[in-house]
């Protein structure tokens, strides 16, 4: 998602709501969950989290695990839409660490015996495209590697004016990240079209 993973958790929460309101609904939901690129969309909060539990926080993202941001229900519920056992399984995760909520009893999916192996690297292609790299998936000292590109025709006030930015870590230590989003009142912050005050704000420009 172009505006960072927590804003990724919004979008991916209410298109749920959308879809499954449809299904109950009217027994369709005319195609929007086939939108292309949809069914793969729970393996950006696994592959963007590293070893030391912090996120890519590129965009106005969170690095670290705010309330609202973990568990994830809706890997319950897209585990079980596209038979993707590793979505189900990673919110299990989550729940082991974290209070479930309420989405989480109402998406609630049994543990599966995973099939899927998980690569050490991943491509994510789309208006903000980002590649991520580990070393291992099984040690908190691995090395990790996030980076993206950019879109400086910014369409949304939660993205940033740069072109690509990276997050590295090593050893248990996080060499390089991103600053991430700045305070949301400040003046002007979402002025955001073209000479507007967000981009005099330095962690946006």
């Known amino acids: 998602w172009p505006e960072g993973l927590c804003y990724w958790n919004y979008a991916t929460e ?11 609904s009217f027994g369709i939901d005319y195609g929007l ?16 989290l590293s070893p030391s539990n912090s996120y890519f926080n590129f965009n106005d993202g969170s690095e670290t695990l705010k309330s609202g941001d973990a568990p994830k229900p ?3 519920w897209l585990g079980k839409q596209f038979n993707n056992p590793m ?35 991943k491509y994510f292609d789309s208006e903000v495209p980002i590649s991520v790299f580990r070393s291992s998936w099984n040690d908190s000292f691995a090395l990790w590697l996030a980076a993206k590109g950019g879109n400086n025709n910014p369409t ?7 072109l690509g930015s990276f997050q590295m870590e090593a050893l248990g230590v996080t060499w390089a990240y991103d600053l991430g989003s700045d305070d949301y009142f400040l003046p002007g912050y979402w ?15």
């Open 156 to 162: 949304s006030g939660n993205v940033h004016l740069d």
């Open 74 to 76: 809706s890997l319950f």
């Open 191 to 205: 002025a955001y079209l073209e000479g507007g005050q967000r981009w005099t704000y330095y962690r946006v420009n």
């Open 14 to 24: 209410y298109a749920i709501y959308a879809i499954q309101s449809l299904q109950n």
């Open 33 to 48: 969950g086939n939108i292309n690129g949809f069914s793969n969309a729970g393996y950006s909060p696994i592959y963007l």
């Open 87 to 121: 979505y189900i399984n990673e919110e299990h995760k989550y729940l082991k660490k974290y209070n479930a909520g309420v989405l989480d009893v109402v998406f609630y999916t049994e543990p599966r015996t995973e099939t899927e192996s998980r690569t050490l690297d």
